[in-house]
């Protein structure tokens, strides 16, 4: 089996997994599988044995042709295609866990640093959804971009305008972890909301060093790989 491991190197000897099997279909690039060792890769949308479509993640190894889903799968969402259900796990679950901690109220104001972001992008579209009044600070090139994921308006870089809370993606707040979440949520919100997700750059299996190259890079939502 073909899959992507440190350094990156394409190998096509992986074991086969056992288990609920998922057939990828669709994966993404996040900070995290820059650091990663063995098979690389987190998120994941794809088919089970059983033809059901499905998105989750696992701790490692999803940039491969068949993974073995752990706890955090769900049915994809009915709204999202496979590329963007592959994009939508680990930033999603993440910025939906950082978003329902602070207990928003309609009317409140939000700051959320690294707004144009995987996780940020997200955050912007949940913040908007509950009624809050979203400022995100951002280069020129990104107003358009969060004022239509529903930011009321977009602030220079630096600035820090006072708000009821601030949601930061630069330097995350210790203990606000994905796992810490539930996918079955995640896709009830984005399917209730029609939350969407950015997929600014698009990558096909073959050219995982090329999706990893470009992750840091200014970026607009999520870099995609199928």
């Known amino acids: 089996m073909k899959g992507w491991v440190a350094g990156p190197q394409l190998r096509d000897d ?5 288990g609920n099997v998922v057939a990828v279909r669709a994966t993404s690039v996040n900070n995290v599988d820059r650091f990663t060792d063995g098979v690389l890769g987190h998120d994941f949308a ?3 044995e059983d033809g059901a479509e499905v998105f989750g993640f696992v701790w490692g190894g999803a940039w491969a042709e068949r993974i073995s889903a752990g706890d955090f799968v769900a049915p ?7 590329a963007e259900a592959g994009a939508a796990p680990v ?3 993440f910025a939906l866990v950082y978003v329902e901690s602070l207990g928003l109220r309609a009317g409140e104001s939000v700051l959320i640093l690294g707004a144009n972001g995987g996780a940020g992008s997200f955050a912007v579209q949940l913040c908007a959804a509950a009624g809050a009044t979203v400022i995100a600070p951002g280069l020129a090139i990104d107003e358009a971009f969060l ?3 529903g930011a009321s308006a977009v602030v220079p870089r630096g600035e820090r ?20 979440g539930s ?15 950015p997929i600014c750059e698009a990558f096909n299996f073959g050219e995982v060093p090329d999706a990893l190259a470009a992750f840091g890079d200014h970026k607009q939502g999520k870099l995609s790989i199928m």
């Open 91 to 93: 930033a999603g679950l």
């Open 14 to 18: 992986l074991a086969e997994p056992t």
């Open 46 to 48: 794809g088919v089970t």
């Open 161 to 180: 305008p006072e708000t009821d809370h601030v949601i930061d993606f630069v330097t995350p707040a210790p203990g606000i972890r994905a796992a810490s």
């Open 76 to 82: 994809k969402p009915k709204s999202l295609s496979m």
């Open 147 to 149: 004022k239509g994921l």
């Open 183 to 197: 996918m079955a949520r995640l896709a009830e919100v984005i399917d209730a909301h029609s939350i969407r997700v």
